[in-house]
């Protein structure tokens, strides 16, 4: 896996090697997990997983709060790898804190017990089936994790109200061969620094038996990632790493945390498909809107998105951002703004959105990156340096297709035709004059990229 020294910081506080001053909560690991739903015919199914919580702090007096009904709160998510693409099937509501019980285990460090505090270097333990009281199960839209404040109680519903919603196709191991399962969990805690709160986020490889039964072994959960790591990890054939992803962070200058992976791979028939997740840890502004570089004349089909689905009486609306071709990337957007609707689908905390394309241009560096748009204030941004499709080829320097290349004729047709004159010589058949597929015609540009091939030189863009 290929990422920013972010990710390496993350893993080592997580596991204990970095000595850490003040509260820091982190997933250790994931033991239990427990499923629901309402009868064995319902669309949906649901999850819950148990959580080794740590307080990787050291010192006399960085207990972490334990706050009952409250902080710290405990989202958690379920994700698929089928098919080259990481994909979140569904999420919970969030698990708000009971009480603390200190235990000792070198995941955590040496344990100063602490009373109500998970003490420093302490350890709790919930089980799944605990993790799924419904009554602790309180709204995401009542946490602002940049904030770090807690509003909002759990509730009651049918089997699967609150819990890790999911359609059960999504999980029927028999409609994805070889596919990949993960359980994520993202916490936040009201009593942790921003720094400390990087961590937060930790995933683990979970079995689905043919009945839907969730399964963790006895390997140690991904601590301090988040989930779309795994894609880099787990996304090569039968579970192998795939050395094709990359995964990294970028931070909004003075709020949250983003990760982002991408990928782009040739599917042999002229095209390549471009796969973006972004993943939201900690940011209360949102995504709104998101942006990848296509240069003028790369022809782009198969434009897609998803994102999971609220539910459990959370106010979100889960309808799919639109996307557009603009003469220099596409872009999808939020379906309204912040200002017309304040839960309109936007990339919220906790939270993982794909966005894809097809394209019949070779993957190169992004110039300029990415650029992720902040739901509740559009003026921001952050951007992600991202591979995305290269400048078009140029066409050959056969103008006239006669066979014959470095051909003089050939600049006499060319420029014939561009002063919408015959091909040259008579009854032959010429390509068009937009030499460099900038899709723009009669552009002295094509002259320039012409003469320029036509020398042996690259083919290059107008400007460059």
């Known amino acids: ?65 334990w706050i009952n ?32 019980g200190d235990q000792n285990n070198a995941l955590c460090g040496t344990c100063g017990a602490s009373g109500s505090e998970l003490g420093p270097g302490c350890l709790d333990v919930y089980s799944s089936g ?29 089997a699967n109200w609150g819990r890790i919603q999911v359609a059960r196709t999504d999980v029927t191991p028999a409609n994805f061969p070889g596919a990949v399962f993960i359980f994520e969990g993202v916490y936040v805690a009201q009593d942790e620094n921003l720094g400390n709160s990087l961590n937060n986020a930790s995933w683990k490889r979970t079995t689905i038996a043919s009945n839907l039964t969730a399964s963790v072994g006895t390997e140690l959960a991904a601590l301090g990632q988040p989930a779309i790591a795994a894609w880099a990890a787990l996304g090569g054939p039968g579970g192998t790493p795939d050395a094709s992803v990359t995964v990294a962070n970028a931070t909004v200058s003075g709020e949250g945390t983003y990760w982002y992976a991408h990928k ?35 022809t782009v089909t198969n434009v897609g998105f998803y994102a999971p689905d609220y539910h459990s009486g959370e106010p979100y609306a889960n309808t799919d951002w639109t996307n557009s071709r603009t003469a220099n990337a596409v872009v999808w957007n939020s379906p309204q703004t912040f200002a017309q609707n304040a839960n309109s ?77 015959p091909c040259l010589p008579s009854g032959a058949t010429c390509n068009d004059i937009d030499f460099n597929n900038d899709g723009a015609l009669f552009d ?15 083919c290059l863009p107008c400007g460059q």
């Open 1 to 65: 896996m290929r990422s920013g020294s972010l990710v390496v910081a993350c893993v080592l506080a997580a596991a204990g090697s970095v000595a850490v001053a003040q509260p820091n909560v982190t997933l250790s690991d994931i033991r239990t997990v427990s499923r629901y739903e309402t009868s064995t015919t319902s669309a949906i199914t649901s999850y819950v997983i148990g959580s080794h919580t740590c307080n990787i702090a050291t010192g006399t007096g960085n207990g972490l709060a």
């Open 264 to 298: 782009a791979r040739n599917l042999g028939n002229g095209t390549w498909r471009y796969d973006y997740a972004v993943f939201n840890l900690n940011s209360h502004l949102s995504g709104g809107s998101f942006s990848v570089p296509v240069p003028a004349g790369v």
């Open 345 to 421: 689908n936007a990339l919220r905390w906790g939270t993982t959105y794909n966005f894809w394309f097809d394209a019949n241009v070779a993957p190169a560096q992004a110039n300029p990156s990415a650029t992720l748009g902040m739901f509740r204030d559009p003026s921001r941004s952050v951007g992600f340096p991202v591979r995305a499709p290269g400048a078009p080829a140029c066409d050959g320097i056969d103008f006239n297709n006669d066979g014959s290349s470095f051909d003089p004729l050939d600049i006499e047709s060319f420029l014939s035709v561009f002063s919408e004159g």
């Open 69 to 100: 009904n409250g902080s710290p709160g405990l989202a958690m998510n379920m994700y698929r790898i089928h098919d080259g693409r990481i994909l979140q099937l569904g999420l919970s509501r969030v698990k708000l804190a009971c009480c603390a």
């Open 130 to 158: 605990w993790n799924a009281g419904q009554g602790r199960l309180g709204p995401r839209s009542g946490i602002n994790p940049f904030a770090r404040t807690f509003s909002g109680t759990g509730g009651t519903g049918d």
């Open 444 to 458: 002295p540009c094509d002259i320039d990229s012409f003469l320029t091939v036509y020398s042996e030189g690259p």
